[in-house]
């Protein structure tokens, strides 16, 4: 990092860390506006503010106000989240600022002893995993875990390719490739190539995705011929995935209160060539346009808007945007959406909920309190449909993604079927 990409990432962090707004929002704002930036600048500042967000624990230790203060909260990142040494940076520092370092890594015990910034999680949701019974090591496991960047996941589509063909090829071109462990049709990348012109992506072969979120979609089981709801289908990549299962037949609807994200399927659905999905914006969950949809579906996935605590690797900023308050509203809003969606299912019809968030709350609790005032749906146990799948073993019904196991995003989904 030179001198002038680390005043331009103070100047980004004394934003970024007030949290008022995602922090990938706001990067790109950022990065809009310094339109003379070259690939190199963005690629130093980037990795430098989200290192400053997986360390923020140890930084606001001794910086309690680091947005007041970006240059030193930047300059720490380095050191803690990047690897550099202090002498590495003698050229960038003053004096003061060379001896504040050297300081702060003499704290190295000191970190080590606290969970919060042991684990680099702040203590409103270190509370929360304990009340659900996490033990420390627990905690320190699913935080350190966080603390890396996530590889590129992406998924083959069927209707264009075949993973073991498509894979060659990116071999063949140099990049560091190689197949995801569970999903059948993902791809995982080491390196992060800009894919958005590359020809496999243009022509609708590939598309950016998280291997556990493509075994979301493959726990499904829509078949061809059926008619598929996601209720909440956001940009749809799930969407999208469910749309090749069913080889491109049937009628797939993509439902989202948000216009803009529906609005980024529809390039997305041409270029994979599916004419089946049918995307719509709702209102609420309670839109009367859903009603003619009602007991008619084979299969709704319902991919519940959540706190996102299991992307962490991807938003470190979440921990710090999500709070106790938040989290309890969700609650009421997921419950309230998956009461919404099962009424859309036929009888033998399946329902799958799922949340990228690694809260009891938000998931486990979530279906007992479903079951228990919906007597016609049972669990199907995840493993049973992903019997095909490598999955370790597990004592859950649930399927249960996390990073430090899978190293997948952390994921929750039950299936639930309805009684015929």
């Known amino acids: ?15 970024i860390l007030t949290f008022k707004q995602p922090s990938d929002v706001a990067l790109s704002a950022f990065f809009r506006r310094e339109r003379k930036l ?17 360390h923020l624990q140890k930084i606001q230790s001794v910086l309690p106000k680091p947005a007041q203060q970006p240059r030193l909260a930047a300059l720490a990142a380095l050191v803690f989240g990047r690897g550099l040494s202090v002498h590495a940076l003698k050229e960038l520092c003053s004096e003061d600022e060379a001896q504040w370092l050297v300081n702060l890594k003499a704290q190295k ?18 509370d929360c995993l304990k009340d659900q019974g996490w033990c420390q090591q627990d905690i ?15 998924r083959v589509n069927t ?37 958005n012109r590359h020809p496999l992506f243009l022509d609708g072969v590939l ?52 216009e803009k994200r529906l609005a980024n399927l529809k390039p997305r659905m041409i270029r994979a060539g599916l004419t089946n999905i049918h995307p719509q914006r709702i209102d609420t969950e309670f839109d009367q346009r859903l009603a003619r949809l009602k007991q008619k579906a084979d299969c709704v996935l319902v991919d519940a808007p959540c706190s996102g605590l299991g992307t962490l690797r991807r938003n470190p900023d979440l921990k710090y945007r999500q709070n106790q308050t938040n989290v309890t509203a969700l609650c009421q809003q997921q419950q309230s959406i998956l009461q919404a969606a099962s009424e859309l299912v036929k009888d033998g019809g399946r329902l799958v909920y799922a ?66």
Request: charged content about 20%.
């Open 207 to 258: 598309e950016v995705q998280d291997e556990g979120s493509q075994l979301l979609a493959l726990l499904t089981g829509v078949k061809r011929g059926q008619l598929a709801v996601d209720f909440c289908a956001g940009a749809g990549g799930k969407t999208l995935a469910m749309g090749a299962m069913m080889a491109g037949s049937g009628r797939l609807y993509a439902f989202d209160v948000a």
């Open 109 to 126: 015990e000191t970190f080590s002893s606290d969970i919060c910034t042991a684990a680099e999680l702040p203590l409103w949701l270190i």
């Open 38 to 54: 070259g690939g190199r600048d963005r690629h130093e500042i980037a990795e430098t503010v989200f290192a400053t967000l997986r």
């Open 140 to 154: 320190l496991e699913y935080g350190r875990s966080m603390l890396q960047p996530a590889p590129l996941d992406l």
């Open 159 to 195: 209707l264009k390719g075949k993973r073991d063909k498509v894979l060659k090829q990116l071999q063949d071109e140099g990049l560091r490739a190689e197949a995801t462990p569970y999903s059948p049709w993902g791809i995982r990348l080491f390196d992060k190539p800009a894919l």
């Open 1 to 15: 990092m030179n001198a002038a990409q680390l005043d331009l990432t103070a100047t980004v962090l004394a934003q």
């Open 355 to 420: 949340t990228c968030s690694i809260l009891d709350v938000e998931n486990q609790r979530q279906i007992v309190e479903f079951l228990e005032n919906n007597s016609q749906w049972q669990i199907e146990p995840a493993q049973e449909l992903l019997k095909n799948i490598p999955l370790p073993a597990a004592d859950s019904p649930y399927l249960q993604l996390s990073t430090r196991q899978h190293h997948t995003d952390g994921f929750f989904a039950a299936v639930l079927k309805k009684n015929a």
